[in-house]
C-alpha cells in the first residue's frame, strides 16, 4: 500500500472514530435539553458514588485522590403542567431547555447534570458536603426565580423545588436518588420554591 493509499485509509478510520464518538454522545444526551439523559446520567454518577463509599467505608486504605464527599440535588419544576396547559407546550419546552441550561451554568464544570424525566433534572456534587449543596441547591432555587422565563413575546415566571442528600455509608445510587427525591416531594408538600435537605 502506497503512502497515498495509507493516509487516506487512516483518514477513513479517523471519521468513522469520530462518527463513533458523536452517536455515543447522542446516545448520553437529552434531545430537548442537551444536558445528560437518564441513561448518561446514571453513567456517570454510578462511578463516583462507588469510589466515594469505598474510600467512606475503607478510610485508612488510600487509592488515587481522597474525596469523601458525594452529593445530589433533585430539582423539580413548579407546576409545569399548569405552564403547559396555559402556555402550550412549546413554551414548556422552552422553559425546560432555559432551565437545565440556568443550572449547567451555575455549578462547575465537574459537575454532573442530567434529565431525570419529565421536568425533573438531578445534580451530582462530587467533593460537596451537605453544607455546599444545601448552599449551592439555594443559590440554583435563586437562579431560576430571579428572572422571568422567555418565550416569543410571553414571560413566563418559574420556580423549581430542591431536594438535597450526601452520600452515607453503604448507599446505592438508588439509595441515594430516592433519598433525594424524597426530600424533594418534602419541598413540594411544604409550599414548593424552596430546598429541603434530606438530613
Same mark, same amino acid.
Given at each position: 500500500?502506497?503512502?497515498? %493509499?495509507?493516509?487516506?485509509?487512516?483518514?477513513?478510520?479517523?471519521?468513522?472514530?469520530?462518527?463513533?464518538?458523536?452517536?455515543?454522545?447522542? =446516545?448520553?444526551?437529552?434531545?430537548?435539553?442537551?444536558?445528560?439523559?437518564?441513561?448518561?446520567?446514571?453513567?456517570?454518577?454510578?462511578?463516583?458514588?462507588?469510589?466515594?463509599?469505598?474510600?467512606?467505608?475503607?478510610?485508612?486504605?488510600?487509592? #488515587? =485522590?481522597?474525596?469523601?464527599?458525594?452529593?445530589?440535588?433533585?430539582?423539580?419544576?413548579?407546576?409545569?403542567?399548569?405552564?403547559?396547559?396555559?402556555? #402550550?407546550? %412549546? %413554551?414548556?419546552?422552552?422553559?425546560?431547555?432555559?432551565?437545565?441550561?440556568?443550572?449547567?451554568?451555575?455549578?462547575?464544570?465537574?459537575?454532573?447534570?442530567?434529565?431525570?424525566?419529565?421536568?425533573?433534572?438531578?445534580? #451530582?456534587?462530587?467533593?460537596?458536603?451537605?453544607?455546599?449543596?444545601?448552599?449551592?441547591?439555594?443559590? =440554583?432555587?435563586?437562579?431560576?426565580?430571579?428572572?422571568?422565563?422567555?418565550?416569543?413575546? =410571553?414571560?413566563?415566571?418559574?420556580?423549581?423545588?430542591?431536594?438535597?442528600?450526601?452520600?452515607?455509608?453503604?448507599?446505592?445510587?438508588?439509595?441515594?436518588?430516592?433519598? %433525594?427525591?424524597?426530600?424533594?416531594?418534602?419541598?413540594?408538600? #411544604?409550599?414548593?420554591?424552596?430546598?429541603?435537605?434530606?438530613?
Amino acid at each position: 500500500m502506497g503512502y497515498t %493509499a495509507t493516509m487516506s485509509h487512516m483518514l477513513k478510520i479517523r471519521e468513522l472514530q469520530q462518527k463513533i464518538r458523536q452517536l455515543q454522545e447522542e =446516545l448520553i444526551t437529552d434531545e430537548l435539553t442537551r444536558i445528560l439523559n437518564r441513561r448518561g446520567l446514571m453513567e456517570r454518577v454510578d462511578p463516583f458514588v462507588n469510589e466515594v463509599r469505598y474510600q467512606l467505608e475503607n478510610p485508612d486504605q488510600r487509592r #488515587g =485522590l481522597i474525596i469523601r464527599n458525594f452529593s445530589l440535588i433533585f430539582v423539580d419544576v413548579d407546576k409545569f403542567k399548569t405552564i403547559n396547559d396555559t402556555h #402550550g407546550h %412549546a %413554551a414548556g419546552d422552552s422553559v425546560l431547555i432555559e432551565v437545565a441550561q440556568r443550572l449547567r451554568d451555575n455549578v462547575r464544570g465537574s459537575d454532573i447534570v442530567g434529565r431525570y424525566g419529565g421536568e425533573e433534572i438531578v445534580i #451530582g456534587l462530587l467533593g460537596a458536603s451537605a453544607e455546599d449543596a444545601r448552599m449551592i441547591a439555594e443559590n =440554583l432555587r435563586k437562579k431560576i426565580e430571579e428572572k422571568p422565563f422567555k418565550h416569543g413575546q =410571553l414571560e413566563i415566571p418559574v420556580t423549581a423545588s430542591f431536594g438535597v442528600t450526601t452520600l452515607k455509608i453503604k448507599q446505592s445510587t438508588n439509595d441515594l436518588i430516592d433519598t %433525594a427525591d424524597k426530600a424533594l416531594y418534602m419541598a413540594k408538600e #411544604g409550599g414548593r420554591n424552596r430546598v429541603v435537605t434530606a438530613d
